[in-house]
């Protein structure tokens, strides 16, 4: 599957120049992620909160917290939105109106499953160890089954989704483009630190290659 | 005001020892972060959208987009959530279970507005503005009436807030830290490249000290 086409609820409408359907880039992004905002209603009010995820070829699990505890309640599968943001720089332009950030972002809506089968439950988990840090998940314990039994997983197909990306420079209005004031980009990197052991960590476990040279997947 | 009691909707349930109500800390996160994920939901949909936002004493001025739309069709205020998240770092446990993040994030319920009103917009707008890159206001263009138009923005008061902080080393099982795999934290820092001048820029006008010595406000 190599593209997604948009449904009158993805397709964008504000700037759609700047949307993207094809698959090959959404999952692009969303294997470059690792946080993802999941979008949900509770009694009327929306909420929108921050958790890990994982993919899956056509599935994204999605770390329940909040969410679970909703879908628990409802005891049923309930719409949600899944939205990856990855910020590549800030759009400087001569105007204060065309100031803009350059992003790749997804955005996608579905019915989110509470998965319960132990075995599914390991291949997310899997999915979004993998996800975290690429290798981890045969260097850590795995997860015991009550370990299993306290995570809560949803999962949200990957059927209506679409991503809305801008890059280059800023668009000033041409009148603009001969004022005296600088305009263009400032990248933004995401950069890790060197990695700072564990206070607790044995003496003489040295640090894994992939923790040392841990770098967004991009 | 320095401290924003939880409601039962802002009280923070899932490890709510990682939960912060102390209103200085939620401010310098917000004054932190440049994007926000904008909760709100149509014809019982969820959507959660990145956007741009500003902080004005106590309300958030979030870039409208998508969710204006929504309004101006509902045409009077809406419940929304607005949620920032900066990821701090990743949390290596010994055990797939215990792999966490460690970040701060802001999580806004309430019924947002859509301003209209010219001198309100120029005030959001600068505070879009200053998050973006401090001192830009006074550098650029400002907007004229046509722009100002143009923009839409909510304006949402802070009162119903919380912030959730995670820190440290991963928190690994006692019986794990005998086991022989390293764990610690990789740190993640948003570190800008050199400004890329704009094609179009016209020679001769050097980088203002403000892009060049952009950094996260921490």
């Not at 690792?34 to 995820?53: E, K, L, N, R």
């Not at 999962?155 to 600088?182: F, H, I, M, Q, Y």
């Amino acid at each position: 599957m190599t593209s997604s086409a948009p449904t009158a609820r993805t397709r964008v409408i504000r700037e759609p120049q700047r949307a993207v359907y094809d698959r090959d880039l959404i999952n692009a992004i969303l294997d470059e992620g690792f946080v993802c905002h999941i979008g949900f209603v509770v009694d009327g009010q929306p909420y929108a909160i921050p958790t890990s995820y994982g993919r899956v070829g056509d599935n994204l699990y999605v770390h329940g917290s909040a969410a679970s505890r909703m879908l628990k309640q409802l005891g049923a599968t309930v719409p949600i939105c899944v939205t990856v943001t990855l910020v590549d720089g800030l759009a400087i332009a001569r105007s204060v109106f065309n100031h803009s950030m350059n992003y790749r972002s997804v955005v996608i809506l579905g019915a989110a499953v509470l998965i319960d089968q132990p075995d599914e439950k390991l291949v997310a988990l899997r999915s979004l160890s993998e996800r975290l840090v690429p290798g981890r998940w045969e260097q850590s314990r795995p997860p015991n089954d009550q370990e299993l039994k306290a995570t809560s997983i949803l999962r949200v197909p990957l059927t209506e989704c679409s991503a809305k990306v801008r890059t280059g420079p800023p668009e000033d209005n041409p009148e603009d483009l001969a004022l005296d004031v600088w305009a263009g980009v400032i990248p933004l990197n995401l950069v890790p630190g060197g990695p700072i052991p564990d206070p607790q960590l044995r003496p003489g476990i040295a640090v894994p290659d992939n923790v040392t040279n841990w770098r967004p997947k991009r």
